[in-house]
């Protein structure tokens, strides 16, 4: 879990600590093939950023959540039931229970700076921080197949969240083979808060047993550019302004221009973080009601 040393730093609050739920950023994603059952098949390049929302763990007499942040509000009306943070939080004690371990309550604050749906595994990043948070809070470990079936149960981006770290993820999202060789990337991320259904834009692929990813080898952004995003061109037909973003993206210099998961989030691979940053100003100064930030990603 790479991003634990990171928030271990962060200095202790009402003997409370932070739990950094980093972006997920989709490299490539290639869609090879759909299970009996509707799922899709997926090979998809995974890597994280040093940013996204962060979730404040605290022992408490009573479990509590709130919720603040830039698009915190989009998660108020959110029923419990349908809150990965609350989801994790109660299937991970209830196993530990059932295991004879104790899980006190806990007040949890999130930060949500992510937007929401888009594509970058916000709210699959955010239950593995309050995984992670929650065993160390709690002072236990579970078996990593034990962990990675409680991940996979909330949803099939949660396993490689709770991984963190550069990885090709394979079959619904289960499936993962570490990248230690990708590098960390300077990058810029946007989002015109514009809403893209998923479910529609699988049911608009025209084809459903693309190309695999196949070798990687040889130089990572070569072979970034030779790889795609099967979800982008159905995305770009239902959101006209995935086109625009990722055109004023590239203008700005970026190497790479790509969508990332289902989107509307696209983001640019950019030489260094000065020009990212610089990117990134001048992208929020244009488009003043879209999401921009800069990003450094974890990798070797």
Known sequence: MLFNNLNQERPAQKAGFFELAPAKINLA????????????LLETIVTFADKGDRLHLEPAEADSFRVSGRFGHLLQSVDAAQNLVLRARDRLRQAL???GHEASPVALHLEKDLPVAAGIGGGSADAAAAIRGL????NVELEEAELATLA???????PMCLKGEPL????????MMPLPTLPSL????????????????FRRLPNKNNDPIGPLDGD???LLRRLRNDLEPPARLLVSEVEQLSAEIKAEGALLTRMSGSGATCFGIFRDAEAAEHAAKNLAAKRLGWYFQAVQTVGA
């Open 29 to 40: 994603l290639h869609v090879v093939g759909q299970r009996a059952d509707g799922y899709h």
């Open 97 to 99: 229970q059932d295991m």
């Open 135 to 138: 065993l160390r809070l709690w």
């Open 152 to 158: 996979l149960s909330l949803g099939a981006d949660v």
């Open 168 to 175: 090709l993820a394979s079959g619904i999202g289960e499936e």
């Open 186 to 201: 300077a990058m810029v991320l946007g989002n015109p808060l514009v809403g893209v259904s998923t479910p529609e834009i």
């Open 220 to 222: 990572w952004m070569d």
